[in-house]
């Protein structure tokens, strides 16, 4: 079992920078995957980045590439994700995931869900 918790949402003009945080628990967080997810109204919940097991390996969709950098610390439990360049259609809700397989893009097979933590990005 993995509970995760999300933190560091909130408000910044375009162009601007936040990071993420997800604090997970668990004896077993290191055999996860951790995963970065958001949803805008109306729209599914769409997949950003993942990271694997070790922090050896990074994956992004394309409108992140170059602007977003996921990392973990799996001595705190904790998964960033650093946000940079950010434009208004980058606000979401952001979710952190725990999943066994790497990388994980589809919502529907993930493991571990975390709150959920806003972001929003105006211009």
């Known amino acids: 079992q993995v509970q995760l918790v999300e933190s560091g949402g909130g408000l910044v003009q375009a162009g601007g920078s936040l990071r993420l945080s997800c604090a997970a628990s668990?004896?077993?967080?290191?055999?996860?995957?951790m995963a970065w997810f958001r949803q805008a109204p109306g729209k599914e919940r769409d997949f950003v980045a993942a990271?694997?097991?070790?922090?050896?390996?990074?994956y992004y969709t394309a409108s992140v590439k170059g602007r977003f950098t996921i990392s973990r610390d799996n001595a705190k439990n904790t998964a960033y994700l650093q946000m940079n360049s950010l434009q208004p259609e980058d606000t979401a809700i952001y979710y952190c995931?725990?999943?066994?397989?790497?990388?994980?893009?589809?919502?529907?097979?993930?493991?571990?869900w975390g709150q959920g933590t806003q972001v929003t990005v105006s211009s």
């Open positions: 990271i694997s097991w070790s922090g050896g390996s990074t």
């Open positions: 995931a725990a999943d066994r397989n790497y990388p994980s893009t589809t919502s529907r097979r993930i493991d571990y």
């Open positions: 668990g004896r077993t967080y290191r055999d996860y995957a």
